[in-house]
Protein backbone atom coordinates (compact mmCIF):
# COMPACT_ATOMS: atom_id res chain seq x y z
CA UNK A 1 0.00 0.00 0.00
CA UNK A 2 2.65 2.36 0.54
CA UNK A 3 5.29 1.81 -1.66
CA UNK A 4 1.86 2.00 -4.28
CA UNK A 5 0.34 5.43 -2.72
CA UNK A 6 4.36 6.41 -2.80
CA UNK A 7 4.26 5.55 -7.04
CA UNK A 8 1.04 7.77 -7.64
CA UNK A 9 2.56 10.61 -5.64
CA UNK A 10 5.56 10.87 -7.44
CA UNK A 11 3.45 11.47 -10.52
CA UNK A 12 2.11 14.32 -9.41
CA UNK A 13 4.63 17.47 -9.81
CA UNK A 14 3.88 19.40 -7.03
CA UNK A 15 4.20 16.27 -4.89
CA UNK A 16 7.60 15.26 -6.65
CA UNK A 17 8.77 18.48 -5.63
CA UNK A 18 7.76 18.85 -1.80
CA UNK A 19 9.42 14.98 -1.22
CA UNK A 20 12.88 15.63 -3.69
CA UNK A 21 12.95 18.95 -1.35
CA UNK A 22 12.38 16.81 1.74
CA UNK A 23 15.25 14.53 1.06
CA UNK A 24 17.80 17.33 0.21
CA UNK A 25 16.94 18.87 3.54
CA UNK A 26 17.87 15.87 5.06
CA UNK A 27 21.12 14.83 3.16
CA UNK A 28 22.23 18.64 4.60
CA UNK A 29 21.43 17.65 7.82
CA UNK A 30 22.98 14.41 7.17
CA UNK A 31 26.13 16.06 6.27
CA UNK A 32 26.00 18.42 9.55
CA UNK A 33 26.27 15.63 11.32
CA UNK A 34 29.21 14.51 10.50
CA UNK A 35 31.02 17.81 11.14
CA UNK A 36 32.46 17.82 14.54
CA UNK A 37 32.42 20.76 16.49
CA UNK A 38 36.24 22.77 16.71
CA UNK A 39 38.34 21.91 20.07
CA UNK A 40 36.54 18.63 20.35
CA UNK A 41 37.63 15.17 20.02
CA UNK A 42 35.34 13.12 18.94
CA UNK A 43 36.58 9.53 19.59
CA UNK A 44 37.14 10.18 23.49
CA UNK A 45 32.81 9.96 23.19
CA UNK A 46 33.57 5.89 22.57
CA UNK A 47 34.15 5.82 26.98
CA UNK A 48 31.34 6.84 27.64
CA UNK A 49 29.31 5.32 24.60
CA UNK A 50 27.04 3.29 27.28
CA UNK A 51 25.91 6.53 28.77
CA UNK A 52 22.11 6.70 29.15
CA UNK A 53 22.02 10.63 29.04
CA UNK A 54 24.18 10.32 25.53
CA UNK A 55 21.91 7.84 23.91
CA UNK A 56 18.72 9.96 25.10
CA UNK A 57 20.48 13.03 23.33
CA UNK A 58 21.26 10.90 20.00
CA UNK A 59 17.64 10.53 19.77
CA UNK A 60 16.84 13.67 20.56
CA UNK A 61 19.69 15.06 17.95
CA UNK A 62 18.87 13.06 15.14
CA UNK A 63 22.15 10.74 15.90
CA UNK A 64 24.25 13.65 15.69
CA UNK A 65 25.48 13.82 19.12
CA UNK A 66 27.31 10.83 18.52
CA UNK A 67 30.08 12.49 16.24
CA UNK A 68 29.79 15.56 18.92
CA UNK A 69 28.77 17.64 15.65
CA UNK A 70 27.61 21.19 15.06
CA UNK A 71 23.77 19.75 14.61
CA UNK A 72 24.35 17.70 18.50
CA UNK A 73 21.92 19.84 19.93
CA UNK A 74 19.25 19.27 17.50
CA UNK A 75 15.89 20.21 17.91
CA UNK A 76 15.93 19.47 21.96
CA UNK A 77 16.48 23.16 22.86
CA UNK A 78 13.53 23.90 20.22
CA UNK A 79 11.20 21.23 21.81
CA UNK A 80 12.41 22.37 25.43
CA UNK A 81 11.22 25.79 24.52
CA UNK A 82 7.84 24.57 23.06
CA UNK A 83 6.86 22.65 26.48
CA UNK A 84 8.13 26.17 28.15
CA UNK A 85 5.94 28.56 26.22
CA UNK A 86 2.51 25.79 26.50
CA UNK A 87 3.14 26.00 29.57
CA UNK A 88 2.99 29.80 30.32
CA UNK A 89 -0.21 29.33 27.96
CA UNK A 90 -1.96 28.26 31.04
CA UNK A 91 -3.22 31.19 33.19
CA UNK A 92 0.54 31.56 34.58
CA UNK A 93 1.99 34.37 32.16
CA UNK A 94 -0.91 36.88 30.85
CA UNK A 95 0.78 38.20 27.59
CA UNK A 96 1.02 34.76 27.02
CA UNK A 97 -2.56 33.67 27.41
CA UNK A 98 -3.67 36.53 25.53
CA UNK A 99 -1.50 35.77 22.54
CA UNK A 100 -2.49 32.58 22.48
CA UNK A 101 -6.82 33.72 21.94
CA UNK A 102 -5.27 36.31 18.99
CA UNK A 103 -5.28 33.40 15.97
CA UNK A 104 -2.64 33.47 13.80
CA UNK A 105 -1.02 37.27 15.14
CA UNK A 106 -0.25 35.56 18.52
CA UNK A 107 0.47 32.38 17.29
CA UNK A 108 3.12 34.11 15.29
CA UNK A 109 4.52 36.23 18.33
CA UNK A 110 4.59 32.66 20.64
CA UNK A 111 6.56 31.37 18.04
CA UNK A 112 8.75 34.28 18.25
CA UNK A 113 8.86 33.89 21.71
CA UNK A 114 9.70 29.99 21.70
CA UNK A 115 13.09 30.46 19.42
CA UNK A 116 14.23 33.49 21.58
CA UNK A 117 14.08 30.90 24.34
CA UNK A 118 15.41 28.10 22.82
CA UNK A 119 18.40 29.68 21.69
CA UNK A 120 19.24 30.66 25.87
CA UNK A 121 18.30 27.46 26.10
CA UNK A 122 20.55 26.10 23.77
CA UNK A 123 23.28 27.91 24.65
CA UNK A 124 23.33 27.02 28.15
CA UNK A 125 22.19 23.49 27.46
CA UNK A 126 25.17 23.17 25.09
CA UNK A 127 27.76 24.53 27.19
CA UNK A 128 26.96 21.95 30.37
CA UNK A 129 27.04 19.34 27.60
CA UNK A 130 30.93 20.08 26.72
CA UNK A 131 31.38 20.25 30.44
CA UNK A 132 29.60 17.04 31.65
CA UNK A 133 31.20 14.97 28.91
CA UNK A 134 34.25 16.68 29.27
CA UNK A 135 34.41 15.56 33.33
CA UNK A 136 33.47 12.11 32.45
CA UNK A 137 35.75 10.97 29.99
CA UNK A 138 38.72 10.16 31.69
CA UNK A 139 41.07 11.50 28.75
CA UNK A 140 37.92 14.32 28.12
CA UNK A 141 36.53 15.21 24.75
CA UNK A 142 38.07 19.06 25.15
CA UNK A 143 41.49 19.76 23.86
CA UNK A 144 41.81 23.01 25.91
CA UNK A 145 39.35 23.13 28.78
CA UNK A 146 39.29 26.88 29.31
CA UNK A 147 36.43 29.64 29.21
CA UNK A 148 37.34 31.01 26.32
CA UNK A 149 36.73 27.33 24.22
CA UNK A 150 33.71 26.18 25.87
CA UNK A 151 32.22 29.54 25.07
CA UNK A 152 33.22 28.81 21.63
CA UNK A 153 31.80 25.49 21.75
CA UNK A 154 28.60 27.13 23.30
CA UNK A 155 27.96 29.47 20.64
CA UNK A 156 29.24 26.69 17.43
CA UNK A 157 26.44 24.44 18.83
CA UNK A 158 23.64 27.18 19.48
CA UNK A 159 23.91 28.33 15.93
CA UNK A 160 23.84 24.50 14.80
CA UNK A 161 20.67 24.06 16.55
CA UNK A 162 19.20 27.40 15.20
CA UNK A 163 19.96 25.87 12.00
CA UNK A 164 18.67 22.55 12.57
CA UNK A 165 15.38 24.64 13.88
CA UNK A 166 15.21 26.26 10.41
CA UNK A 167 15.61 23.14 8.13
CA UNK A 168 12.74 21.74 10.61
CA UNK A 169 10.81 25.11 9.60
CA UNK A 170 11.56 24.55 5.67
CA UNK A 171 10.41 20.84 5.45
CA UNK A 172 7.41 22.41 7.38
CA UNK A 173 6.67 25.22 4.75
CA UNK A 174 7.90 23.55 1.25
CA UNK A 175 8.32 19.96 2.00
CA UNK A 176 6.86 16.78 3.05
CA UNK A 177 5.54 16.01 6.57
CA UNK A 178 6.44 17.73 10.07
CA UNK A 179 9.73 19.51 10.08
CA UNK A 180 10.80 18.37 13.62
CA UNK A 181 9.54 14.73 12.98
CA UNK A 182 11.43 14.17 9.90
CA UNK A 183 15.08 15.53 11.17
CA UNK A 184 14.34 13.24 14.25
CA UNK A 185 12.84 10.20 11.77
CA UNK A 186 16.19 10.76 9.28
CA UNK A 187 18.58 9.77 12.32
CA UNK A 188 16.65 7.22 13.33
CA UNK A 189 16.81 5.68 10.42
CA UNK A 190 20.01 6.09 9.77
CA UNK A 191 21.37 4.66 12.72
CA UNK A 192 18.95 1.18 12.03
CA UNK A 193 22.46 -0.56 9.97
CA UNK A 194 24.28 0.09 13.54
CA UNK A 195 21.66 -1.24 15.36
CA UNK A 196 21.60 -4.29 12.92
CA UNK A 197 25.18 -4.55 13.18
CA UNK A 198 25.78 -4.52 16.66
CA UNK A 199 23.12 -7.11 17.22
CA UNK A 200 25.30 -9.70 14.70
CA UNK A 201 28.53 -9.06 16.85
CA UNK A 202 26.87 -9.66 19.82
CA UNK A 203 25.64 -13.21 18.91
CA UNK A 204 27.18 -14.34 15.80
CA UNK A 205 30.47 -13.19 15.69
CA UNK A 206 33.35 -15.25 18.16
CA UNK A 207 30.38 -17.87 19.23
CA UNK A 208 31.08 -21.20 19.58
CA UNK A 209 29.18 -23.87 17.78
CA UNK A 210 27.41 -24.95 20.65
CA UNK A 211 26.28 -21.38 21.06
CA UNK A 212 25.11 -20.64 17.90
CA UNK A 213 21.78 -22.10 18.34
CA UNK A 214 21.31 -20.17 21.53
CA UNK A 215 22.10 -17.05 19.72
CA UNK A 216 19.48 -17.90 16.47
CA UNK A 217 16.63 -18.90 18.85
CA UNK A 218 17.40 -15.84 21.03
CA UNK A 219 17.50 -13.58 18.40
CA UNK A 220 14.17 -14.99 16.61
CA UNK A 221 12.69 -14.30 19.41
CA UNK A 222 14.17 -10.33 19.63
CA UNK A 223 12.57 -10.01 15.87
CA UNK A 224 9.40 -11.54 16.68
CA UNK A 225 8.71 -9.05 19.90
CA UNK A 226 9.78 -6.17 17.94
CA UNK A 227 6.91 -7.21 14.70
CA UNK A 228 4.31 -7.53 17.70
CA UNK A 229 4.92 -4.15 19.11
CA UNK A 230 5.18 -2.62 15.89
CA UNK A 231 1.72 -4.17 14.65
CA UNK A 232 0.22 -2.96 18.12
CA UNK A 233 1.84 0.27 18.12
CA UNK A 234 0.76 1.43 14.48
CA UNK A 235 -2.70 0.00 15.61
CA UNK A 236 -2.87 2.19 18.46
CA UNK A 237 -1.34 4.73 16.90
CA UNK A 238 -4.03 4.61 14.23
CA UNK A 239 -7.34 3.59 16.29
CA UNK A 240 -9.75 6.39 16.56
CA UNK A 241 -13.15 6.69 19.04
CA UNK A 242 -15.89 8.39 16.88
CA UNK A 243 -18.02 10.62 18.52
CA UNK A 244 -21.38 10.83 16.45
CA UNK A 245 -22.82 13.80 15.73
CA UNK A 246 -25.81 15.38 14.36
CA UNK A 247 -27.11 18.69 12.35
CA UNK A 248 -29.63 20.51 13.20
CA UNK A 249 -32.48 21.64 10.48
CA UNK A 250 -31.13 25.01 10.53
CA UNK A 251 -27.32 24.04 9.08
CA UNK A 252 -28.70 24.03 5.51
CA UNK A 253 -26.31 21.65 3.40
CA UNK A 254 -25.33 19.53 6.33
CA UNK A 255 -25.63 15.88 6.45
CA UNK A 256 -28.32 14.86 8.62
CA UNK A 257 -25.55 13.02 11.49
CA UNK A 258 -21.67 12.30 10.85
CA UNK A 259 -18.97 11.93 13.71
CA UNK A 260 -16.33 13.50 15.87
CA UNK A 261 -12.70 11.36 15.11
CA UNK A 262 -10.52 11.48 18.39
CA UNK A 263 -7.50 8.93 18.25
CA UNK A 264 -7.19 6.66 21.07
CA UNK A 265 -3.55 8.26 21.75
CA UNK A 266 -4.93 12.27 21.43
CA UNK A 267 -1.68 13.20 22.22
CA UNK A 268 0.39 11.14 19.52
CA UNK A 269 4.24 10.73 20.13
CA UNK A 270 4.89 14.29 21.57
CA UNK A 271 4.89 13.35 25.54
CA UNK A 272 7.48 10.72 24.98
CA UNK A 273 9.95 13.64 23.05
CA UNK A 274 9.18 15.98 25.73
CA UNK A 275 9.74 13.18 28.60
CA UNK A 276 13.14 12.38 26.58
CA UNK A 277 14.02 15.92 26.79
CA UNK A 278 13.28 16.68 30.29
CA UNK A 279 15.49 13.90 31.17
CA UNK A 280 18.61 15.55 29.65
CA UNK A 281 18.48 18.38 31.91
CA UNK A 282 19.61 16.93 35.05
CA UNK A 283 22.54 15.55 33.69
CA UNK A 284 23.48 19.34 32.07
CA UNK A 285 22.96 20.81 35.45
CA UNK A 286 24.78 18.84 37.90
CA UNK A 287 28.26 18.68 36.28
CA UNK A 288 28.75 22.55 36.57
CA UNK A 289 27.74 22.21 40.77
CA UNK A 290 30.28 19.19 40.99
CA UNK A 291 33.20 21.12 39.28
CA UNK A 292 34.88 17.55 38.64
CA UNK A 293 34.75 16.78 42.32
CA UNK A 294 32.59 13.44 43.60
CA UNK A 295 30.01 14.70 45.22
CA UNK A 296 28.25 11.65 46.63
CA UNK A 297 24.73 13.26 47.15
CA UNK A 298 24.54 14.74 43.64
CA UNK A 299 26.26 11.36 41.98
CA UNK A 300 23.53 9.52 43.85
CA UNK A 301 20.50 12.06 42.11
CA UNK A 302 22.32 11.34 38.75
CA UNK A 303 22.01 7.54 38.79
CA UNK A 304 18.26 7.68 40.18
CA UNK A 305 17.67 10.15 37.51
CA UNK A 306 18.87 7.92 35.08
CA UNK A 307 16.31 5.50 32.64
CA UNK A 308 18.65 2.32 33.47
CA UNK A 309 17.23 2.87 37.04
CA UNK A 310 13.93 1.97 38.51
CA UNK A 311 13.85 5.97 40.01
CA UNK A 312 14.52 6.90 36.65
CA UNK A 313 12.18 4.70 34.75
CA UNK A 314 9.69 5.86 37.14
CA UNK A 315 10.30 9.35 36.91
CA UNK A 316 10.19 8.33 32.92
CA UNK A 317 6.84 7.22 32.91
CA UNK A 318 5.57 9.42 35.20
CA UNK A 319 6.30 12.46 32.62
CA UNK A 320 5.32 10.60 29.85
CA UNK A 321 1.90 10.13 31.74
CA UNK A 322 1.91 14.11 32.62
CA UNK A 323 2.85 15.30 29.04
CA UNK A 324 0.17 13.16 27.63
CA UNK A 325 -2.83 14.31 29.48
CA UNK A 326 -1.41 18.20 28.91
CA UNK A 327 -0.51 17.82 25.03
CA UNK A 328 -4.09 15.86 24.88
CA UNK A 329 -5.83 19.06 26.13
CA UNK A 330 -3.68 21.27 23.97
CA UNK A 331 -4.32 19.33 20.46
CA UNK A 332 -7.96 19.15 21.49
CA UNK A 333 -9.91 21.84 23.36
CA UNK A 334 -12.96 20.83 24.72
CA UNK A 335 -14.32 24.44 25.06
CA UNK A 336 -12.93 25.87 22.01
CA UNK A 337 -14.67 22.16 20.71
CA UNK A 338 -18.20 22.52 22.36
CA UNK A 339 -18.39 25.93 20.69
CA UNK A 340 -17.61 25.25 17.08
CA UNK A 341 -20.56 22.71 17.34
CA UNK A 342 -22.53 24.76 18.74
CA UNK A 343 -21.75 27.40 15.69
CA UNK A 344 -22.35 24.90 12.93
CA UNK A 345 -25.67 24.21 14.49
CA UNK A 346 -24.39 20.22 15.69
CA UNK A 347 -24.75 18.44 18.46
CA UNK A 348 -23.73 15.25 20.39
CA UNK A 349 -26.79 13.02 20.83
CA UNK A 350 -28.55 12.85 24.40
CA UNK A 351 -25.86 15.48 25.32
CA UNK A 352 -26.95 19.17 25.38
CA UNK A 353 -25.02 21.64 23.72
CA UNK A 354 -22.51 24.10 25.42
CA UNK A 355 -21.34 23.54 29.13
CA UNK A 356 -22.61 19.69 29.27
CA UNK A 357 -21.29 19.08 25.55
CA UNK A 358 -17.85 20.49 26.95
CA UNK A 359 -17.81 18.79 30.26
CA UNK A 360 -18.76 15.48 28.26
CA UNK A 361 -15.28 15.96 26.05
CA UNK A 362 -13.33 16.91 29.08
CA UNK A 363 -14.09 13.37 30.79
CA UNK A 364 -13.72 11.51 27.37
CA UNK A 365 -10.48 13.18 26.92
CA UNK A 366 -9.04 11.80 30.07
CA UNK A 367 -10.21 8.48 29.38
CA UNK A 368 -8.25 8.78 26.07
CA UNK A 369 -5.21 10.03 27.84
CA UNK A 370 -5.45 7.55 30.49
CA UNK A 371 -5.41 5.05 27.37
CA UNK A 372 -2.63 6.91 25.71
CA UNK A 373 -0.69 7.43 28.34
CA UNK A 374 -0.20 3.47 29.62
CA UNK A 375 0.29 2.78 26.20
CA UNK A 376 3.37 5.37 25.62
CA UNK A 377 5.24 4.54 28.45
CA UNK A 378 4.81 0.77 27.69
CA UNK A 379 5.89 1.18 24.38
CA UNK A 380 8.83 3.70 25.80
CA UNK A 381 9.82 1.03 29.11
CA UNK A 382 9.70 -2.38 27.43
CA UNK A 383 12.88 -2.24 25.49
CA UNK A 384 14.97 -0.44 28.61
CA UNK A 385 13.49 -3.33 30.76
CA UNK A 386 14.35 -5.78 27.74
CA UNK A 387 18.11 -4.36 27.75
CA UNK A 388 18.30 -4.36 31.35
CA UNK A 389 17.22 -8.19 31.49
CA UNK A 390 18.94 -9.55 28.96
CA UNK A 391 22.01 -7.11 28.69
CA UNK A 392 22.08 -5.96 25.25
CA UNK A 393 23.15 -3.13 23.26
CA UNK A 394 22.36 0.22 24.89
CA UNK A 395 20.68 1.42 21.36
CA UNK A 396 18.25 -1.22 22.31
CA UNK A 397 17.46 0.57 25.42
CA UNK A 398 15.63 4.04 23.15
CA UNK A 399 14.14 1.37 20.89
CA UNK A 400 10.63 1.90 21.98
CA UNK A 401 10.78 5.98 22.00
CA UNK A 402 12.09 5.33 18.09
CA UNK A 403 9.95 2.90 17.67
CA UNK A 404 6.67 5.24 18.29
CA UNK A 405 8.64 8.02 16.18
CA UNK A 406 9.29 6.23 13.42
CA UNK A 407 5.83 4.79 13.05
CA UNK A 408 3.88 8.45 14.02
CA UNK A 409 6.04 10.09 11.60
CA UNK A 410 5.15 7.55 8.59
CA UNK A 411 1.89 7.34 9.53
CA UNK A 412 1.39 10.66 9.34
CA UNK A 413 3.55 10.82 5.99
CA UNK A 414 0.22 8.89 4.49
CA UNK A 415 -1.96 10.67 5.54
CA UNK A 416 -0.31 13.89 4.19
CA UNK A 417 0.35 11.81 0.97
CA UNK A 418 -3.20 10.83 0.78
CA UNK A 419 -4.51 14.51 1.29
CA UNK A 420 -2.70 15.71 -1.58
CA UNK A 421 -3.81 13.20 -4.53
CA UNK A 422 -7.43 13.39 -2.88
CA UNK A 423 -7.19 17.20 -3.09
CA UNK A 424 -5.64 16.47 -7.04
CA UNK A 425 -8.11 14.37 -7.42
CA UNK A 426 -11.05 17.03 -6.73
CA UNK A 427 -9.75 20.33 -8.65
CA UNK A 428 -9.26 17.25 -11.43
CA UNK A 429 -12.99 16.77 -10.85
CA UNK A 430 -14.14 20.08 -10.69
CA UNK A 431 -12.17 21.48 -13.81
CA UNK A 432 -13.75 18.58 -15.69
CA UNK A 433 -17.42 19.10 -14.34
CA UNK A 434 -16.52 23.38 -16.01
Known sequence: MFFRLLKDALKVKSVRKKIFFTIFIIFVFRVGTHITVPGINAKSLEQISDLPFLNMLNLVSGNAMSNFSVFSMGVSPYITASIVVQLLQ?????????????????????????????????????????????????????????????????????????????????????????????????????????????????????????????????????????????????????????????????????????????????????????????TTIPSTILPFFQHGRDIPWMTTLQEWLSYTNPTGMAVYAVLIVLFSFFYTFVQVNPEKTAENLQKNASYIPSVRPGRETEEYLSSLLKKLATIGSVFLAFVALSPIVAQQQFDLSSSVALGGTSLLIVISTGIEGMKQLEGYLLKRQYVGFMNTAE
Open 90 to 278: MDILPKFVEWGKQGEVGRRKLNQATRYISLVLAFFQSIGIAYGFNALSSVGIVSTPNLQTFLLIGAVLTAGSVIVTWLGDQISDKGFGNGVSMIIFAGIISSIPGTIKSVYEDYFVNIRSDEMTNSLIFVGLLILASLIIIFFTTFVQQAEYKIPIQYTKLAQGAPTNSYLPLKINPAGVIPVIFASSI
